[in-house]
């Protein structure tokens, strides 16, 4: 009905809408080349021997995509790079989960129950938000020594499940999609509380949790700080340790640039099939506010 | 021409022979479970390279082919020692001659007289290196066996770090003491301020300058060897050369930063005195020096580790002079041996305006280690064992810590370097190493020199004046270390 | 924003304490991975405490000596740590204008009714891709494509041009760095404000095209003031992401902040600190400063656009 009234509009300026159209195209194909872009370079350079990328640019693939697949996957100083991906995947699918999972929860309880100090613990989150991760690096990392859990992996997934932009987000989302009707007509059904979250509302809110699951596992994916901090055994390296290792040789007789430019490639490949994955939700459109309107 | 192709030809079938040697040598050392030892000949200098027998029991197996070796009959027990050998390391340099030529390595099971070989290596840049290291050190004493750093390398820009401390152990402790066909420089830079040596040095750096012959015709109308040295023995007659070169359209250096060490180890004062940073009167030539040469287009704002130095080294680079020792032609030249883009055949080697080192790798052994007689082993392979130090000049082209084996090889009118167009670079080499002295050198000065190189750039492109690159420079080390008092 | 018609609502459920339980894993884990480690750096800040080569030295109590120190001008007369907040604050600026900007179109290209953009799944995929790409290889290709060899030197050398430095120059070395920041992050910005603007109730939309309201008019009174909450959303976690640069600039200038220390950021002076010297009491000194800088300008953003949510929310 809606869509009708705009396109009766619409007919009387037909010009200006072939125009914005045909601008709307050009700016989203420029925007495509730009985030393009940097894909094109990486495969073209993982194609190049060390000494071809000296040489200079060159804008077709060359022939040594499989000399640099072998050097990066016999490369010993990194241990064994699927070993890498694996910890990597190990990381990060744990910590979107924990993210995900705990952070919807708490803006949960936050939307649904009246508690004292309910008002206090929003600010308070919010204001935590604000602390950036390198501030209390040192103390953390003082604590995980202390608690013995250096070269571990929980110092680095158990705090995610405390992630206030999660929350902020979450909290968001379900004030404008979670009906609480839902939530008291399960509770007339006998169902327990944790079970009303768990079964009626994280189906509801699946959108905003898959697209907080594509940035927490990206951005643990790739995070480089935190477990440089915290890792000092070669078989337990993330991806960007090992990245940081073979490229930090560049500059030595022993460095090998299509070797780090292999990696990078078979860095992005997971990231990019689990992001396809959820993507749809994306593509989809996560709504704020569709529900109650 | 025609002389390219014969050149480039040759290199081909050089590069041939030699892989196909140190396959050989993997092969026989990999396949030797047995006791059987295989050995392979090199026709350059008829040396034997004998790949040891690997015994899997923890008994020592050394290979006692030479008299130097058979001199030591107090080694260690090794009966109660860990059963992981820990190394740590800035690059695979060491990894790899190791792996091919320590006796009692078996390469297959990876380890060294049956102990497990782990090695840990971080690089240098940033003192990212030094960080790790000390860490693993000042666990040591606690460590278990798996974790104890057992042996580590150093180089000479802090190794007085780790000499001067306890987390070092007294050569002598391992059975070791210091041998006449060890470098003098090598030996002092090992010891701490108390004259105990602390450790060896398994390479002697001193650092060369590499010419292009091409270019050195073009310039100088010669490119032979001592008539090159003659016009370019003092830096007066580097800087008239420079400007030559420069308007026949070349570069003299590829890198501001190229002549640094030249001058800084030839500096007659130390980076700090008494807790106070001061800049020594040769780096401030430097200093001077790398201002005009900049200005006038002399050299480049490449790092000397760049890329675009590095681009240099091809066929079709316009660089004349490169400044390092045998490693640096053999591992960081790989552009100028590239057999496509390369101009192997096309360089060639002298003292320069000064005598002077660059680098060196010395072994240490790490207080606490439970496999002091592993590290006492590799320690006289490296230095004391003629057949390995052989290797390493033949198959290498290092230039090793051994004075008779050098001197073996200087004097011997058919060896030669294809890559220096046959030149003998041991016997330069050789004429070399009086005129090193090891003197005036503390525990900063990596990052000392590491951060001025880079902050004194500002200056040099104008971004602002000499001042604030200093101040910058001596904020830097404020940051690296706050004990050090800065102007 | 609506929590007076909630609560009027939520006043009949007696379940108040399970609220509790539900926001106790949160902050169990919160006071324990990230307020204690928080509050021992910030104790820190009090001590000389460093290694000199192998030497520890301190802890000794020295009060506020490391922000003294820290305000201290350089022999060149600036304050480093100032001088360091403003490359941050410059570099962050120079990424996040266009980045929202980008964002705020693609959103209004994407969720347009009249425009019916086609291939929006192969777009909306595309313009999130760049963020997988880690901050530091993304650095790396730009660090190569940008060098005194590199791709676009030797364009500017095949047109007759002479090699420009671009890492050797203040304005370029910031625009790259700023550039890089922005390409991984507007797609994802875009994807939070396209999900802000299908919330937006689409009879505003119809009402006002019905009143012969131009597009512009559209976006500047109807759509960007329906935004606020969630743009408000997108500048803060922009500004958190922006004060904690670190990776793009430290790669792009091997750690060094070239050049004259203009790219050079808080955390990397930070980073810096917990290096080789292990100065955990200059580090503590800078972690309060990045502390009181994240507060002051949150405090800012939130002051500016509070009270127009507020408005909005009400009326909705």
Request: proline share 4%.
């Amino acid at each position: 009905m809606a869509k009708e009234r705009m396109d009766f509009i619409d007919k009387g300026n037909k010009t200006t809408l072939f125009v914005s159209r045909l601008v709307s195209y050009i700016f989203l194909i420029f925007v495509t080349i730009l985030s393009l872009f940097s894909f094109y370079l990486l495969i073209i350079n993982s194609t190049r021997s060390n000494a071809q990328l000296q040489a200079g640019f060159e804008v077709l693939p060359k022939e040594h995509f499989f000399d640099n697949l072998v050097t990066a996957w016999n490369d010993t100083s990194i241990f064994f790079l699927p070993q890498g991906m694996l910890n990597s995947f190990i990381v990060a699918a744990a910590t979107c989960i924990l993210t995900t999972y705990f952070s919807a929860m708490t803006a949960y309880g936050v939307c649904v129950y009246d508690f004292k100090g309910r008002n206090f613990v929003h600010k308070f989150i919010i204001l935590i938000m604000m602390i950036p991760t390198q501030v209390g690096a040192l103390g953390f990392v003082k604590l995980v020594n202390e608690l013995g859990l250096a070269n571990t992996y929980w110092p680095l997934i158990i705090p995610a499940i405390a992630a206030p932009s999660t929350y902020f987000y979450m909290k968001q989302y379900i004030d404008s999609t979670l009906p609480l009707e839902i939530v008291e007509a399960a509770r007339v059904d006998g169902s327990n509380e944790f079970r009303t979250y768990n079964f009626i509302c994280v189906p509801i809110l699946k959108p905003a949790l898959a697209v907080q699951m594509i940035f927490a596992f990206v951005a643990s994916w790739n995070n480089f700080f935190t477990p440089a901090l915290i890792l000092d055994k070669k078989e337990l390296y993330t991806l960007p340790i090992m990245l940081s290792i073979v490229r930090s040789r560049i500059n030595s007789q022993a460095g090998d640039m299509g070797e780090v430019y292999m990696i990078i490639l078979l860095a992005i490949i997971p990231v990019v099939v689990v992001y396809l994955f959820l993507s749809k939700f994306i593509i989809g459109g996560v709504t704020l506010g569709s529900v109650k309107g | 021409m025609n002389d390219h192709n014969l050149l480039e030809e040759r290199t081909m079938k050089k590069r041939i022979a030699s892989a196909l040697l140190a396959s050989a040598v993997i092969l026989s050392v990999a396949s030797c479970g047995n006791n059987a030892p295989a050995a392979t000949t090199t026709k350059a200098a008829e040396t034997t390279t004998a790949a040891p027998a690997a015994n899997n029991d923890t008994q020592a197996a050394p290979a006692d082919t030479t008299e130097a070796a058979a001199t030591d009959a107090a080694a260690p027990a090794a009966a109660d020692e860990g059963d992981t050998f820990n190394i740590y390391a800035w690059n695979e340099e060491f990894k790899g001659f190791f792996e091919k030529y320590q006796p009692g390595y078996d390469a297959a099971a990876q380890t060294l007289n049956g102990v497990k070989v782990v090695w840990t290596i971080n690089p240098s840049d940033n003192g990212v290196y030094q960080d790790k290291l000390d860490a693993a050190l000042q666990a040591n004493a606690s460590a278990s066996s798996a974790d104890k750093v057992d042996m580590f390398l150093a180089e000479a820009d802090y190794i007085l770090k780790y000499t001067d401390s306890d987390y070092t152990m007294d050569i002598s402790q391992l059975g070791l003491s210091q041998v006449d066909t060890e470098y003098q420089y090598t030996v002092s830079a090992a010891s701490d301020s108390n004259g105990k040596i602390k450790g060896v040095s398994f390479q002697c750096c001193p650092s060369a300058l590499i010419y292009r012959r091409s270019i050195a015709k073009d310039v100088l109308g010669t490119d032979d060897p001592d008539e090159v040295q003659a016009q370019l023995d003092s830096w007066d007659k580097f800087d008239a050369t420079a400007a030559k070169a420069k308007e026949l359209g070349y570069y003299m250096t590829a890198a501001y930063a190229e002549t640094y060490r030249v001058f800084s180890n030839n500096a007659t004062t130390p980076w700090v005195t008494g807790g106070e940073l001061a800049i020594p009167d040769a780096i401030n030539q430097w200093i001077d020096q790398a201002d005009t040469y900049l200005k006038n287009g002399y050299t480049l704002t490449s790092g000397i580790w760049g890329d675009e130095k590095n681009a240099q080294m091809f066929k079709d680079g316009k660089t004349m002079c490169f400044f390092g020792p045998a490693w640096y032609f053999n591992f960081c030249m790989g552009n100028a041996q590239d057999p496509e883009k390369g101009c192997s055949g096309d360089w060639a080697i002298c003292k320069g305006p000064q005598g002077h080192f660059w680098g060196g790798t010395w072994i240490l052994a790490a207080t606490g280690t439970d496999n002091p007689s592993l590290v006492a082993d590799v320690m006289r392979a490296f230095t004391e064992n003629e057949e390995v130090c052989e290797n390493l000049i033949v198959n290498e082209g290092q230039f090793t810590n051994n004075k008779k084996v050098n001197e073996k090889f200087a004097n011997d009118p058919s060896f030669g370097s294809d890559f220096l167009g046959g030149q003998n670079a041991t016997a330069v080499f050789c004429g070399m190493t009086d005129s090193i002295v090891w003197a005036n050198a503390t525990i900063y000065d990596q990052l000392l020199n590491e951060g001025l190189q880079t902050y004194i750039l500002d200056y040099y492109q104008g971004t602002c004046d000499k001042d604030t690159a200093l101040a910058n420079f001596y904020a830097y080390v404020n940051e690296k270390y706050p004990a050090i008092q800065t102007p | 924003m609506s929590s007076t018609t909630a609560s009027v609502r939520r006043k009949s459920i007696s379940y108040a304490k399970w609220g509790y339980l539900f926001i106790a894993p949160f902050f169990i884990v919160y006071l324990t991975c990230s307020l204690i480690p928080l509050l021992f750096t910030f104790y820190n800040a009090f001590f000389e405490n460093y290694m000199d080569g192998l030497k520890q030295i301190g802890p000794n109590f020295v009060g506020f000596d490391n922000f003294v120190t820290l305000f201290t001008p350089k022999s060149s007369g600036t304050i480093e740590i100032f001088k360091f907040a403003g490359n941050t604050m410059i570099m962050w600026i120079m990424g996040a204008i266009p980045q929202i900007v980008f964002a705020l179109l693609l959103a209004v290209i994407f969720t347009s009714e009249r425009m019916k953009i086609k291939g929006q799944g192969f777009f909306k995929t595309v313009i999130y891709m760049p963020n997988l790409i880690m901050a530091s290889a993304f650095s790396m290709l730009f660090f190569t494509l940008f060098s005194n060899v590199g791709p676009i030197n030797q364009i500017i050398q095949a047109a007759g041009g002479q090699v420009f430095e671009f890492f050797n120059n203040v304005w370029s070395a910031r625009t790259i760095i700023a550039f890089i920041n922005f390409l991984m992050w507007f797609g994802n910005t875009t994807i939070l404000l396209m999900a802000g603007i299908m919330g937006i109730d689409q009879s505003l939309f119809e009402a006002a095209a019905i009143d012969g309201a131009k597009s512009s008019q559209v976006f500047f009174k109807i759509t960007i003031p329906l935004l606020m909450p969630i743009i408000v959303f997108v500048v803060i976690t922009a500004l958190i992401g922006g004060l904690q640069m670190f990776d793009v600039p430290q790669i792009i200038s091997s750690g060094k902040g070239t050049p004259n220390n203009t790219t050079k950021t808080l955390v990397m002076q930070l980073n810096a600190y917990i290096g080789t010297s292990k100065n955990y009491g200059m580090a503590g000194a800078v972690s309060i400063m990045l502390f009181i800088i994240t507060g002051v300008l949150s405090f800012i953003v939130f002051r500016f656009t509070e009270p127009k949510k507020e408005k909005k929310g009400g009326k909705k």
